[in-house]
């Protein structure tokens, strides 16, 4: 028995999620950030990936990562508190605090290292985080380490959330958090609703900017789009989609971010960014600060392609930025559907339960400010083209 117990239960699990057909695997691709990926030799339009403004591969950002690599090498060497502090990490914090209009902001490891620390740092015990159902994972597994209390109200439904703050209207230490736009279907959370109710309850807010930095609000967020602001406000950007490179910012008040430059443990004991990340990460925000107008012309591009897709009536769902889904409904059409594309040289992802809603699988368009007006007439015709092939399927 012993000996044989873990070699079996990999087996055994493996076989399993093949059989619901929930086997995850990397797939077979190269250069997934760029505008065209290559997969089996051919090539094919990228319609899958977050890095939304195209920034990830311009002369520019290269040449920023290689510069700060030049200057302080290849790694941080160390833990920010300990050794690993280099002024571009400083330059950084202050041009993302910049970003977010807030006294200061605190560089870290990644998005998920991000809300893990700071629903860590900030919940506990006596704390009660009020969180969307449909938060990030990195959401729920921070809230879930901080051994807080916690509140899940109905997707974007601030009645739901007023309900369940007034149930805990005697309680000090309240933290409301959500995802700014929702990355299945791309829809907004309904911020100045909530932030009036956070007002209303001194609730902290933590708002996750992941995909509406360097898009909404002048690349600001959409936040500062809809004018949310205040010291009883947190903000969460990452710098690995929209800004082209690694990492994330948490984004406040003086005290808030020092705060968490005290207790957060995944910026405590972890290695601060390594120079390349940072290099690039500077000139993201740098380029976004530049041309405030990038993430509208995307969101523009997206209402065009939106509107495009309800002339043949597909559906779309609640979409309201660069994240497009055609929502097919049964698991085998947007399998078809995917390959459809990929036939037509498009690479979407078929997003299916229990990513998403049973009955709702879909096809996940994710749009980026580079594509060209070919690259968008090819996207055209090949859903006009699926809409026909579809009329055949059953
Ligand atoms: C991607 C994402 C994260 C995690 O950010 P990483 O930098 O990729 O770790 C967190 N929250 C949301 C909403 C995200 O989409």
Not at 274 to 291: E, T
Request: aromatic share 6%.
């Amino acid at each position: 028995m012993g000996a044989s117990f873990w070699p079996e239960f990999f087996r055994r699990e493996l076989a399993g999620l093949e059989q619901r057909g929930l086997l995850r695997r990397v797939p077979d691709l190269d250069r997934g950030a760029d505008r065209f990926v290559t997969a089996g030799g051919g090539r094919l339009l990228n319609l899958a990936s977050n890095n939304y403004l195209g920034l990830a591969g311009t002369p520019e950002m290269k040449e920023a990562a290689v510069c700060a690599v030049r200057e302080y090498g290849t790694s941080s060497g160390a833990s920010r508190l300990v050794s690993g502090q280099y002024s571009l990490l400083d330059l950084l914090e202050s041009e993302a605090a910049a970003l977010k209009e807030t006294q200061d902001a605190l560089a870290v490891g990644s998005g998920y290292a991000a809300n893990v620390l700071l629903l860590q740092a900030l919940g506990g015990r006596h704390a009660v985080i009020f969180s969307d159902r449909l938060n990030h994972a990195s959401i729920v597994d921070g809230i879930r380490l901080s051994g807080s209390d916690m509140e899940r109200y109905r997707h974007a439904d601030a009645a739901h959330l007023a309900e369940l703050l007034e149930r805990h209207r005697g309680r000090e230490r309240k933290i409301v958090v959500t995802d700014t736009v929702f990355s299945m279907d791309g829809d907004l959370a309904p911020l100045k609703e909530i932030a009036a109710l956070c007002r209303e309850h001194g609730a902290l807010l933590v708002l996750d900017e992941a995909h509406a930095t360097g898009v909404f609000g002048q690349g600001r967020g959409l936040g500062y789009e809809l004018g949310v602001a205040g010291e009883n406000v947190l903000f969460m950007g990452t710098l690995g989609k929209a800004l082209g490179a690694h990492g994330a910012f948490i984004a406040g008040s003086r005290e808030a971010v020092d705060y968490l430059r005290n207790t957060g443990r995944g910026f405590i004991f972890s290695t601060a960014l390594p120079p390349a990340a940072v290099g690039a990460a500077l000139a993201g925000v740098r380029a976004v600060i530049r041309d405030p107008s990038l993430g509208s012309r995307l969101l523009d591009m997206a209402a065009g392609l939106r509107a495009f897709l309800a002339g043949l009536d597909f559906d779309t769902g609640a979409s309201a930025c660069q994240i497009v889904p055609v929502i097919l409904g049964p698991n085998e059409t947007a399998l078809r559907a995917r390959d459809f594309l990929a036939g037509r040289g498009i690479l979407a992802p078929a997003v299916r339960p229990p990513t998403v809603p049973a009955h709702t699988a879909r096809l996940r368009l994710s749009l980026r400010a580079d594509l060209t007006d070919a690259d968008l007439e090819l996207t055209r015709a090949a859903l006009a083209d699926l809409r026909e092939a579809m009329s055949a399927w059953t």
